[in-house]
């Protein structure tokens, strides 16, 4: 039984602890009845966090909770298959909002609640950091002060499951991820065991991100830490310059939304010579058309670890947006979905070029996604991203296929080299392509020319539909998953169509991985036969169950997608 459905109930002396009311946190009852989430969030699931502020870890359906004699939590954190430990406190921070920007005014709350006995003379102190300075604070008992950057509470007596409160209003004037660090004391300690100092963060972010520009602009300093997006684009046929200079964000996972640069509905945008990272999406671009990313370095954007969380994702995404060019562009270590990403049946004509796509990371779940290139149309019947061209690419070492092309009619991949893909996700192929899961027999009408693949995971080349040309190209020494292949016998070059004139293969080169339709004639139906096999394959027919349990994978994405590639 999974965490989603699942409730889980852990008592210490005070309070109560509960998980499976939110799919993905764990939260506290005190005494009073009120509800604190503790760690993880109510909609969004992930595995990052460890060793840092409880509420700023991420969690997957957590499936059972306890306490040790000391009240530290342990949380079965199901789908991340790890036990998680949490040290609790009877101080709790939190920071109301715990992101803002420099200049703007936020709220730190502290809450002393659920003490096993009662205490007297309880003594509160928080110290800020220096991006930090404290306005007012108030408290729900005794006195408080605040001076040079230090809050003094004089609390009082505390009595046993009672609270007390202090709310600490403060100004941003610095960025980053800022603590504050509150102790408690009294004059019994044996009625405050354990744990009486704590720490919150709050997210704040640097002068100048968000912004929108309508005019050419060069940057001249580096832009960042950014809580939300770096730099909006607000007006049509305009230049931005990084200057050599980095946009980035925090570098643990937003909220899937967040882009560093970002192109909305915008028609003749170039951006160029610079750094994005650690964003959701380096560079997304929305609607529009003729716009250019050129000479990037786009960098560790990693979105949350999530099919459904995410809206992002990848380095560069083009969502129903024609007629792009991303050329000469540097994209690695982006996720959770893929490095460079052609979504939606509005993107035609885009071309793809002289990129090194390397590192995409793809989901924890081990599904199709963190693929180095994808482009996919969405619908099958829709005709959709004619004629994308993707070509001289570097792909290499990317968790799941190399370049994928999903309902792309009339597209062109030519001269790429793709190399040791699919090693930690499921499609694994060095180029595949397919029209929907089943559509064998429905043209796309894709050309495979003079591409370089070699040690990929799965197949070399996969054709899963009718009218493509495959011709010239050397995808030796391929199918070396060490399980053999994941969805069955993969091979060098792979015809999942049994009738061998249905595509054109000529002139290929393969090696170990082998041909799998029983057709190698030089007609046009088959390859040339530039090599023996290493072994006799077996043909489409006798592999067919093993590759259909892959054709009826769930979609990868948020965004409607055919299954893997």
Not at 57 to 80: E, F, Q, R, V
Not at 186 to 202: E, K, L, N, S, W
Not at 241 to 256: A, I, Q, S, Y
Not at 387 to 400: E, I, Q, Y
Request: one cysteine or more; proline letters at 5%.
């Amino acid at each position: 039984m999974t965490g989603r459905t699942r409730t889980s109930l852990q008592a210490s002396r005070t309070h109560f602890f509960i998980t499976g009311g939110s799919p993905h946190s764990v939260r506290r009852v005190d005494a009073a009845g009120i509800i604190h989430t503790v760690a993880g969030t109510t909609s969004i699931e992930g595995s990052h966090g460890d060793g840092g502020y409880s509420p700023f870890a991420a969690l997957h359906s957590p499936i059972g909770i306890t306490l040790d004699a000391d009240d530290n939590l342990y949380i079965a954190d199901s789908y991340n298959l790890r036990v998680r430990r949490i040290e609790t406190s009877y101080l709790w921070v939190s920071a109301s909002p715990d992101r803002t920007k420099v200049g703007e005014t936020f709220t730190y709350g502290l809450t002393l609640s659920g003490l096993p006995a009662t205490a007297t003379g309880v003594t509160l102190t928080a110290e800020p950091a220096a991006e930090v300075s404290f306005v007012d604070v108030t408290a729900s008992q005794g006195s408080c002060a605040h001076s040079e950057g230090t809050v003094s509470c004089q609390l009082g007596t505390v009595e046993a499951g009672g609270t007390a409160t202090v709310q600490i209003t403060a100004n941003a004037v610095g960025a980053g991820i800022i603590p504050i660090t509150a102790m408690i004391g009294a004059d019994d300690p044996d009625a405050i065991p354990g744990h009486r100092t704590v720490t919150a963060y709050t997210k704040i972010s640097a002068e100048g991100c968000g912004q929108t520009i309508t005019a050419a602009t060069v940057l001249t300093h580096d832009l960042g830490p950014c809580v939300g997006d770096g730099i909006i684009v607000g007006a049509n046929n305009v230049t931005l310059d990084l200057g050599g200079h980095r946009v980035f964000g925090f570098p643990d996972p937003g909220d899937g939304k967040e882009a560093g640069i970002r192109l909305p509905n915008r028609t003749g945008v170039t951006v160029s010579n610079g750094t994005v990272s650690d964003f959701d999406a380096g560079v997304a671009v929305y609607g529009g058309r003729a716009n250019t990313v050129t000479n990037m370095t786009v960098r560790d954007n990693v979105g949350p670890d999530t099919v459904f969380g995410a809206e992002l994702g990848d380095g560069i995404f083009l969502f129903d947006s024609a007629a792009n060019r991303i050329i000469g562009n540097t994209v690695t270590g982006n996720g959770i979905f893929d490095g460079i990403g052609v979504w939606g049946p509005a993107s035609r004509r885009n071309r793809i070029e002289g990129n090194t796509v390397t590192g995409s990371i793809g989901p924890s779940d081990r599904g199709p996604a963190g693929h180095g290139i994808i482009v996919n149309g969405a619908d099958q019947n829709s005709g959709s991203i004619i004629g994308t061209v993707v070509s001289n690419n570097t792909v290499r070492g990317n968790g799941s296929g190399g370049i994928a092309n999903i309902n792309n009619v009339g597209a062109s991949i030519l001269n790429n080299l793709v190399e040791d893909n699919g090693f930690t996700n499921q499609a694994g192929n060095g180029i595949g392509v397919q029209m929907g899961p089943f559509a064998r027999t429905q043209d796309s009408r894709v050309r495979v020319e003079g591409n370089q693949i070699h040690g990929n995971a799965e197949s070399g080349i996969r054709i899963i539909s009718a009218r493509n040309t495959i011709i010239g190209n050397d995808a030796s020494d391929n199918a070396v998953s060490p399980a053999g292949g994941r969805w069955g016998p993969a091979f060098d070059l792979e015809d999942r169509n049994p009738d061998c004139g249905t595509n054109k293969w000529s002139g290929n080169i393969w090696g170990n991985g082998g041909f799998s339709p029983a057709c190698t004639t030089t007609d046009g139906s088959g390859p040339a036969l530039s090599a023996e096999p290493a072994t006799q394959e077996p043909s489409v027919a006798s592999t067919s169950a093993s590759q259909e349990a892959e054709e009826t994978l769930p979609p990868s994405r948020r965004r409607p997608s055919a299954a893997g590639e």
